[in-house]
């Protein structure tokens, strides 16, 4: 069933306010350059009395080559922003003592490890408050501010004796320390591997009481399993928590559960409540105002892991039967929180390209949850990524619409009011072409949804170069959100075709799950649909055709590649296309065995679904590109790919950037590979003289 979220169907909806911005000059194309003039606005946070909101702003430093967080405040009732740490150093995950008075947030500073600092709000030096030998991953205030909790990695046997050496101040042993051979990665566990993290072992994620006054640390949960998402009750006595303590081994599932236990916990978690016992992941528990429910997500069906629909539930806070809340919704929720007064259910909804901020009136009466009209708060074709609910009702939304980046917004006589203007200057400057959402049929009749953006000199009529950029996932979706990269391409001249094909979220879990053990058939039909659509309406050139994506997006682009040769030029970021010899490889061998089996028990399967045994179909020139370090889609499918292509005498090209993982950080090695993007579609697609490869940057670009 397709959700339209239509207007008429809701109440108190707020739509997004023109905004003004003062005189310019003729606003010019967008740049490469200008990628990293955007400033991402993100983690809202209102103060306790709504008065004052705190957010952290990101900035992509590209003469430093380093990315920086800082943390801002401004006021609710309007004017300037404030900046509340310093540059030079990353701040983050800013969050406010219950009474409003100080400002928690993590920060390396001066230090190895990622500690917990504290900043008076009327200002003064933030003072470090934890001292762990290993980061600390996340925190939370107790209701009555004398507490957090937090969430510690076990530490290695490297990190305590680090920081054994730094109370007794043994510089030259430390030293001596860091100039040791690396120890070998010792591992028995099923799940070996994850980005970002590298080779894991039996070292997990726990929670730590942590009491300000002493600065003492208590360890309240153990075992060989990793503990997240810790959430208060509103007494203070309890924290809830998400962890998969499924047996034999939690490594065997995607199963994960919400469990409570006594924040005044002194046996490491011996003595926990299992509150539910759903065999799908249950995670991102919030307690009601008077404690007696915990709301959260879950996801029904464990065979479908990813695929399964997101829904909001609620169950008693002592465990008991679960209500799941929006089965009539079947779209995906993140987010839930319950409003100050207990009586309704916040939530951010997945829909049609879109994220709208919903909610559902509730009361409880002897135990049972009775649901009333189902609401909107915040709908429009936008994004809402994020929100702050305020103990007085108040709320904050972070926003992105297709045309500007996110902000930071607050709610009033049915309006939006933007409250930050971050990237107002630089979006004031540039000349942009508006992503259109489209509707059109597949081969078979199935009616797909995408964003389509015409080249910025678009003139009715005209065919234009057109680039298909797969989306990655493959269960994600392109959303109503300002983006870079299609602005990039229509101001060189292409038309940009962003489709949402059967896999993508937003449409319903039978629209999700259409492809599922059944990659690159369903999805390649709706992503070929929408280049077929584009020509029909007389925008896409069909001789001058490109394809490109990352991740699943990487992926499509080698299934697409190998059963046509409509493309003049193809590039494959973190893609992968022999799938067998990334089981054991890559982080995803539960995904695999889920959708596929064992490839040594099912190799038809696994055969089927890998377009790398079409290889010699493609004559596409394709560029295949990846980080060295990527556990995610490691760079050996586009080695594999590059590698195939080369021996047949096609022309391709691998790029290989060092220090990578699956999502790029390093501020140079993205603008080399935009340079890279437009360089290999203008010399094959366009037919541009330049060569497809860039020149190096000179020293010290």
Request: net charge negative; with cysteine.
């Amino acid at each position: 069933m397709k959700l339209a979220l239509r207007p008429a169907l809701l109440s108190a909806v707020l739509v997004l306010a023109p905004l003004a911005f003062p005189q310019q000059p003729a606003p010019r194309p967008i740049t490469i350059d200008d990628y990293f003039q955007i400033h991402p606005v993100h983690d809202p946070q209102l103060s306790p009395d709504a008065k004052w909101l705190l957010y952290t702003v990101t900035t992509a430093q590209l003469k430093e080559d380093k990315n920086e967080d800082r943390i801002w405040m401004i006021s609710t009732a309007g004017g300037d922003s404030t900046p509340l740490t310093i540059e030079g150093v990353s701040s983050s995950h800013p969050r406010w003592s219950p009474d409003g008075k100080f400002i928690a947030f993590l920060s390396e500073r001066a230090e190895s490890k990622t500690q917990v600092w504290l900043l008076n709000r009327q200002g003064g030096e933030a003072q470090r408050l934890s001292d762990t030998p290993q980061d600390v991953d996340d925190f939370a205030w107790s209701p009555d501010g004398r507490r957090l909790v937090l969430v510690l990695r076990d530490a290695s046997p490297e990190e305590l004796e680090a920081a054994k050496e730094a109370k007794l101040k043994d510089h030259a042993a430390e030293a001596k320390e860091k100039k040791k051979t690396a120890k070998p990665w010792v591992i028995d566990r099923l799940q070996f591997k994850f980005d970002e993290i590298g080779y894991l072992d039996r070292r997990r994620t726990h929670l730590y009481l942590f009491d300000l006054a002493s600065k003492s640390v208590t360890q309240i949960t153990s075992g060989d399993f990793d503990d997240s998402e810790p959430a208060w009750s509103p007494d203070g006595r309890l924290l809830a928590f998400t962890s998969n303590r499924s047996k034999p081994d939690p490594d065997l599932n995607y199963n994960s559960d919400i469990w409570v236990v006594a924040a005044d916990n002194s046996d490491k978690g011996t003595h926990l409540t299992q509150v539910t016992t759903n065999a799908g992941a249950d995670s991102s528990p919030a307690w009601s105002p008077d404690g007696k429910w915990i709301a959260y997500v879950t996801q029904l069906d464990p065979h479908l892991f990813d695929y399964a629909t997101k829904h909001l539930a609620l169950v008693p806070a002592a465990g008991g039967e679960p209500s799941v809340l929006t089965r009539f919704l079947d779209r995906n929720v993140t987010e839930p929180r319950f409003s100050p007064d207990g009586k309704s259910v916040y939530f951010i909804a997945d829909d049609d390209g879109t994220q709208q901020l919903c909610q559902l009136p509730a009361s409880f009466a002897a135990g049972n949850f009775t649901m009333g009209n189902f609401v909107c708060t915040i709908h429009d074709r936008l994004m809402v990524n994020d929100y702050s609910l305020a103990k007085t009702g108040d709320l904050v939304a972070q926003i992105a619409t297709i045309d500007r980046p996110d902000e930071l917004f607050s709610t009033s006589a049915g309006k939006l009011n933007q409250l930050t203007h971050t990237n107002d200057a630089l979006m004031s400057q540039l000349k942009l072409t508006h992503g259109e959402y489209v509707h059109f049929k597949s081969k078979d009749g199935t009616v797909i949804s995408g964003y389509l953006y015409k080249p910025l000199d678009y003139v009715p009529g005209k065919k234009y170069p057109t680039i298909l950029r797969p989306h990655g996932g493959p269960v994600w979706a392109y959303y109503a959100e300002f983006d870079h990269l299609p602005q990039l391409y229509a101001a060189n001249g292409y038309a940009v075709l962003f489709p949402n094909p059967r896999g993508s979220t937003g449409y319903g879990e039978k629209h999700a799950k259409a492809i599922y053990a059944d990659w690159g058939n369903k999805d390649f039909q709706d992503d070929m649909a929408m280049v077929d659509y584009a020509i029909e309406q007389g925008i896409a050139d069909p001789e001058k055709l490109g394809v490109g994506g990352w991740s699943y997006g990487g992926i499509s682009t080698d299934f697409i590649i190998a059963q046509t040769t409509r493309f003049k030029a193809a590039i494959s970021g973190a893609g992968s296309a022999l799938f067998v010899s990334d089981y054991g490889h890559d982080q995803y061998q539960k995904d695999y065995e889920l959708e596929l089996g064992h490839p040594w028990e099912n190799k038809a399967a696994w055969e089927r679904v890998s377009p790398f045994y079409k290889v010699a179909n493609i004559t596409t020139p394709a560029l295949f590109m990846g980080g060295d370090i990527d556990w995610n889609v490691p760079i050996l499918g586009g080695e594999q790919m590059f590698q195939a292509l080369k021996r047949l005498g096609r022309p391709t090209e691998l790029v290989v950037y060092p220090g990578e993982y699956h999502e790029f950080k390093t501020p140079s090695h993205i603008k080399d590979r935009l340079e890279r993007y437009l360089a290999w579609y203008g010399h094959y697609v366009k037919g541009d003289s330049a060569p497809p490869t860039p020149p190096p940057a000179k020293s010290g670009e």
